[in-house]
């Protein structure tokens, strides 16, 4: 091994704003003392109750990407287990997030883009 994954890092206009977003969807603790790193406007973390970190980094000039469209890649994405995909659609919309596909994985999972654009899909499990 090489390396210990720390947290995911999801550049956006909105450090909060987005961190707020994920913490309803996800659940844990945002910006929770932690010696690996300061958090401040600029910088803002989750700790989720998986023990997974995100991090959102203030980019002012974030662009977001446009799925499936491959001139404005998606960059990454998350994928989140859900048991009721027509349930947790009500709810995630409802925090600002867009659905973006309906259609994908023959009606396992669908994709969907966070207030700052970046694609996440909700997955049944």
Known sequence: MI???????LDCPDPAALATFY??????TVDRPDPRWSVDEDWVTLHTPSGSVLAFQRSPDHRPPR???PAHPQQFHLDLGVTDLDHAQTQVLALGARLLDADSGGGSWRVYADPAGHPFCLVRH
Do not use: H
């Open 67 to 69: 799925w499936p469209d």
């Open 23 to 28: 913490e309803a969807l996800l659940g844990g």
């Open 3 to 9: 390396a210990d994954l720390q947290c995911v890092v």
